[in-house]
Nanobody, 129 residues
């Protein structure tokens, strides 16, 4: 059974940092891609970052480029999202997702939620001003 479990969310002041973790099980962690998404109530889920094992790419949304860094420890089956210089507009529930079908690689739509097969339960990140 494929499972993804996020952790590391919390409350932080603007300008602070958090590191989110996404621990996966039930699949080979270097298959295709792992993405991070976020969602605010009443808004659509937004793609934040992706690490593509198929082609070695790391992809970031413009809104987080230069502030967030995605990385992986395949031995631990874990992907991290290091978030620095956090802003109040980064407040959201953050989800990690796994593309085990290769759609992100073949379509190039690394930050499109429709390309992902499995999702975690989410972790809340709140940035106070």
């Amino acid at each position: 059974e494929v499972q993804l479990v996020e952790s590391g969310g919390g409350l932080v002041q603007a300008g602070g940092s958090l590191r989110l973790s996404c621990a996966g099980s039930g699949f080979t962690f270097d298959d295709y891609a792992i993405g991070w998404f976020r969602q605010v109530p009443g808004k659509e889920r937004e793609g934040v970052s992706c690490i593509s094992f198929s082609d070695g790419k790391t992809i970031y949304a413009d809104s987080v480029k230069g502030r967030f860094t995605i990385s992986s420890d395949n031995a631990k089956n874990t992907v991290y999202l290091q978030m620095n210089s956090l802003k109040p507009e980064d407040t959201a529930v953050y989800y990690c997702a796994a593309d085990l079908s290769g759609r992100t690689y073949y379509t190039g739509s690394y930050l499109s939620e429709g390309e992902y097969d499995y999702w975690g339960q989410g972790t809340q990140v709140t940035v106070s001003s």
